[in-house]
């Protein structure tokens, strides 16, 4: 963001704290983070580059796909693909939050998901249905909480997105990890076998195998299967990094 618009906005918030009892660093805080919200839903939704990335992204991973499943017998592998800012592109209810100075709510994110207008992001369909021709399985693995899921599956069709199997957040746990072995060991669904998963993408590091936030310290080499089995997307609108310390 240009300095010139953060002066605009922080200058006249320090002379009312002045002026007030309440401390001017919690009076800043929240008008910071509504402009780097804002910021960062034009980007998902205005910008050359952010079309470009997820194109990129996509062809890289279909190629490399190619390869890791050349050997494989078809109905035996998937890939683990996150929903949000991974497969469909919620920036319409980040903008729409943004615009109304505000933040994610659950009441607000209840009405977005209800509307069912999240549509798939660039690359995606392409992806998806390269997974199906060379005989995979198409797995959602998403924190979109349960109760949501079959809404999910309603805005997945909506939008002509297929998928073989939608996996859910069960009473809150996030980890991902439980998910991807039910897979493994074909008790996600009675309607799909044992399925080896070959390749992971998300638009945030919970989305990979054994990774979190911590990876950020890691060497080089800890980031070694980006681009080979894990893809992941930029997500500047929310993610677990926002919990980091500057
Ligand atoms: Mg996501």
Not at 47 to 68: D, G, I, K, P
Not at 156 to 182: N, Q, T, Y
Request: hydrophobic share 40%; with cysteine.
């Amino acid at each position: 963001m240009g300095m010139n618009r953060l002066a605009a906005a922080v200058v006249p918030l320090l002379v009312a704290g002045c002026a007030s009892t309440a401390p001017a660093p919690e009076a800043t805080s929240p008008v910071g983070k509504q402009l780097e919200f804002s910021e960062a839903a034009k980007w998902a939704r205005y910008s050359a580059e952010h079309e470009a990335v997820y194109l990129q992204t996509y062809q890289l991973a279909a190629a490399r796909l190619v390869e890791l499943t050349r050997d494989l017998e078809p109905g035996t592998w998937a890939v683990s693909l996150d929903a949000d800012e991974t497969v469909i592109d919620n920036s319409l209810y980040q903008k729409e939050i943004s615009l109304l100075g505000e933040r994610y709510t659950p009441e607000t994110w209840d009405t977005w998901v209800r509307r069912l207008e999240a549509p798939p992001l660039p690359g995606a369909l392409e992806f998806l249905g390269l997974i199906h021709d060379r005989g995979g399985k198409i797995i959602i693995v998403t924190n979109r909480d349960e109760p949501y899921c079959d809404l999910t599956r309603d805005n997945f069709r909506r939008h002509g997105i297929p998928f073989d199997l939608m996996l859910c957040r069960v009473d809150g746990k996030s980890p991902k990890e439980p998910r991807w072995e039910a897979v493994r060991t074909g008790k996600a669904s009675p309607e799909l076998p044992p399925l080896e998963i070959v390749m992971w993408l998300g638009d945030n590091v919970n989305d990979f195998p054994g990774l979190d936030q911590e990876l950020r310290h890691a060497p080089a080499e800890a980031f070694a299967a980006f681009g080979d089995r894990y893809f992941v997307f930029p997500n500047p609108m929310y993610g677990s990094w926002e919990d980091n310390p500057n």
